[in-house]
């Protein structure tokens, strides 16, 4: 599977701390920009203090810019962080280097604003789905232990089930309940928007 389906199927919470940590690495760029000589030295000044989702793909950041293109480095960026909030920062850097944008950082104040908005939504769908969760839990465990006792205190009672018809409805209901446990599982996850760059292979190519 692709990086970037990875992150694009992550749980909502894991979603939700990687958008905050966006929004929080975008809001010390645009601080650190009115007292940089530059963009470029704006982002390598971010590498000491960014948050730890994301201090990975920072850190790969600030060694591309001292070996690339600026445009290379942020897109391998981009693509180290898979994410489509990350996207839009990442385009609104690249226009402000090639079109010299004066409004910079009023861009990058409303992508944090958008951050922290999308970061307040996955934070209510992960509170919402909780209680499906532990819903699933209780009956996962409720069942788990009604098989147990059986198998310990009523091992007669499941004779039938060592039949061939019986290994068949066995294997037929465990089945169902598996397939059960997956689609609650997968429900439980948050697909994000296809992301706005491609990835450099393709921009490459």
């Given at each position: 599977m692709k990086k970037s389906s990875i992150y694009l199927r992550r749980p909502a919470d894991d979603q939700r701390v990687l958008v905050e940590a966006i929004a929080s690495w975008t809001e010390s760029l645009r601080d650190t920009i009115s007292s940089a000589a530059g963009l470029?030295?704006?982002i390598i000044a971010t590498e000491n203090h960014c948050p730890l989702a994301?201090?990975?793909p920072v850190q790969r950041l600030v060694a591309s810019l001292r070996y690339g293109t600026f445009e290379d480095a942020l897109r391998r960026f981009a693509d180290d962080v898979a994410h489509p909030t990350c996207d839009f920062v990442v385009a609104a850097l690249i226009t402000a280097s090639t079109h010299h944008s004066r409004d910079l950082?009023?861009?990058?104040?409303?992508?944090?604003e958008c951050a922290r908005s999308e970061c307040e939504l996955y934070l209510r769908i992960w509170v919402s789905r909780a209680r499906t969760r532990t819903s699933v839990r209780i009956i996962s465990g409720t069942i788990a232990c009604f098989a147990l006792g059986l198998l310990i205190f009523n091992a007669g009672y499941l004779r039938p089930f060592l039949t061939t018809e019986g290994c068949v409805v066995f294997f037929f209901v465990t089945m169902c309940f598996a397939g059960s446990l997956m689609w609650?599982?997968?429900i439980a996850r948050v697909e994000t928007p296809a992301r706005l760059l491609t990835t450099r292979q393709q921009w490459v190519n």
């Open positions: 470029e030295q704006a994301v201090e990975e950082s009023q861009l990058l104040t409303h992508l944090s609650m599982a997968r």
